[in-house]
C-alpha cells in the first residue's frame, strides 16, 4: 500500500541503489518512489522478481547509453586532433570505457540469471510446452527413420 514519506528518507530506509525510469525510482530491492508515494517491496515472490528485473533492465540501459556517450566523446575528440583542432581524447575516457564494459557485461548476466529464475518461477509457457513436444516428435520421428534403414533386405 503506498505512503506518503520524504523521498530521501524512504531511499535512505531502502538501504540500497536506485535508478530512475520514466520519473519512477526502482529500488534494487523491489521498492518503488514516484513523487512523494512510495511502495515497500512486494510480498510476492513473482513480482518482487518482476520489480528486481526491472531495476538491473534500467540500470543496464543507462550503462549501455553512459557507454554509448563514452565511446561518442573519444571517436569525435580523436576526429578533432586528427583536423588539429583539440588533444586526443583523455585517458580517463578509455578507463571509463572498460569500466562501462565490465558493468554492463556484468548487469547483462544479472538480468539473464533474473530472467531465467523468473521462468523457472512461473514454469513453462504453452510456447515452451509446444516447442518441447515438436522437439519430441521430431527426435522420435528421426529416431524412427534410422531404425528403419538399419533394417536392410
Known amino acids: 500500500m503506498?505512503?506518503?514519506e520524504n523521498f530521501s528518507e524512504?531511499?535512505?530506509?531502502q538501504g540500497c541503489p536506485f535508478v530512475w525510469l520514466n520519473e519512477m525510482a526502482l529500488f534494487e530491492n523491489g521498492a518503488r518512489a514516484k513523487g512523494e508515494i512510495h511502495w515497500e517491496p512486494p510480498p510476492d515472490p513473482q513480482t518482487l522478481l518482476?520489480?528486481?528485473i526491472e531495476f538491473v533492465a534500467a540500470k543496464?540501459?543507462?550503462?549501455?547509453?553512459k557507454s554509448v556517450q563514452c565511446q561518442n566523446y573519444v571517436v569525435k575528440q580523436s576526429e578533432?586532433?586528427?583536423m588539429g583542432a583539440g588533444p586526443l581524447p583523455d585517458e580517463q575516457a578509455y578507463a571509463d570505457l572498460e569500466t562501462f564494459q565490465k558493468n554492463v557485461l556484468a548487469l547483462r548476466k544479472e538480468f539473464a540469471e533474473k530472467q531465467a529464475e523468473l521462468k523457472a518461477l512461473?514454469?513453462?509457457t504453452p510456447n515452451d510446452v509446444y516447442l518441447q513436444?515438436?522437439?519430441e516428435s521430431q527426435q522420435a520421428s528421426h529416431a524412427a527413420v534410422l531404425r528403419a534403414?538399419?533394417?536392410q533386405i
Open 133 to 135: 513436444h515438436r522437439t
Open 149 to 151: 534403414r538399419q533394417i
Open 2 to 4: 503506498p505512503f506518503a
Open 80 to 82: 578533432f586532433h586528427a
Open 122 to 124: 512461473n514454469g513453462p
Open 60 to 65: 543496464l540501459k543507462q550503462e549501455e547509453t
Open 10 to 13: 524512504f531511499a535512505k530506509r
Open 50 to 52: 518482476q520489480h528486481k
